[in-house]
């Protein structure tokens, strides 16, 4: 995982993990854990954008219920978080890193400590937003201590644990209207048996970060640095099965891509993984599966 002090991680989004490494400023906040940066999360960080005050997040790093020993398989790395962020027209993410001492602050320390320390004016936050210790603060008494709190109502089935569902099920294209953008996979190219280059489709494979989320096995379409890709995400049942891998033949490119991080973008589900009977049967519906690549459209 990248430093999220780098400012390299998060493009144009300026990056803190305390409030006293942000430039002085008054700030409109949106608060939470924003994986995935789904369509709900949007229409938080849009009312932040809203108030005239600098827009930014401050968000988490781990995951809460991680810390909290839940397991949590997570819609983006903090990297792509922060990428998506600034996107959205943060200038600034504080990334507070949650251990004990966060986790022990009473919601009135964390107002104080955090939001009062980084020059917050202004909260956006989803309607049953909770924080502090125990999660006893609330909305309210972020008002009742002077902040100009901004309501969002929560948007129905729109949720990160619900987009994990779909695609823990392959359900990409659902999915992505969860989103508002199709979902990703990404990971480091790194090397393999090199099958896919022998039978002339080079794959790109890679590396997940653990504890990011990989939808079901099976062949999507899908892209990755603007070129449609075939990507595998199994374990190559014809060559008799093995650890699960996610594989992407990005069409049309011919270019090293070793220790290089790749995000792959996927469209649609074609088909389950397959044994074949032969070798020639195998090149035949890998061959449909990039046709099909090639005339996939992007969800919206």
């Given amino acids: 995982m990248p430093d999220p002090r780098d400012r390299g991680a998060g493009g144009a989004v300026n990056v803190a993990t305390r409030p ?57 790395t903090l990297e792509r978080r922060l990428e998506l962020l600034a996107g959205q027209g943060m200038d600034d993410a504080l990334v507070c890193p949650f251990e004990e001492g ?39 008494l972020l008002e009742e201590l002077g902040f100009d709190v901004r309501r969002v109502p929560l948007v129905e089935n ?34 393999g048996d090199h099958r896919g280059a022998g039978l002339g489709f080079p794959t790109a494979n890679l590396a997940v970060p653990p504890g990011l989320l990989v939808p079901a096995l099976g062949i999507y379409a899908g892209s990755a640095l603007g070129r449609p890709a075939a990507v595998s995400i199994g374990t190559n049942p014809h060559y008799g099965g093995g650890a699960r891998r996610v594989e992407a033949y990005l069409l049309d490119f011919d270019g090293d891509l070793y220790g290089e991080r790749l995000v792959v973008e996927l469209w649609e589900r074609l088909r389950d993984e397959a044994a074949f009977g032969s070798e020639e049967e195998l090149v035949a519906a890998i061959a449909d599966d990039v046709q099909r690549t090639r005339s996939a459209r992007r969800p919206a």
């Fill in 20 to 76: 006293e490494e942000l430039e002085p400023a008054a700030r409109a906040v949106a608060i939470g854990t924003f994986d995935g940066v789904h369509r709900g999360h949007v229409r938080v960080l849009e009312a932040a954008r809203a108030s005239g005050f600098r827009p930014a997040v401050v968000t988490f790093d781990p995951h809460p219920r991680a810390f909290f020993g839940a397991e949590v398989q997570l819609l983006t």
């Fill in 158 to 191: 729109i949720s990160s644990s619900h987009i994990r569902q779909l695609l823990a099920a392959g359900e990409v294209v659902s999915a992505a209207q969860l989103l508002g953008r199709p979902p990703e996979v990404e990971g480091t190219v790194v090397h």
């Fill in 102 to 140: 966060l986790a022990g602050l009473s919601a009135e320390e964390f107002a104080d400590r955090v939001l009062r320390a980084a020059g917050v004016e202004v909260v956006a936050a989803g309607d049953g937003f909770r924080f502090g210790r125990g999660r006893e603060g609330d909305l309210a």
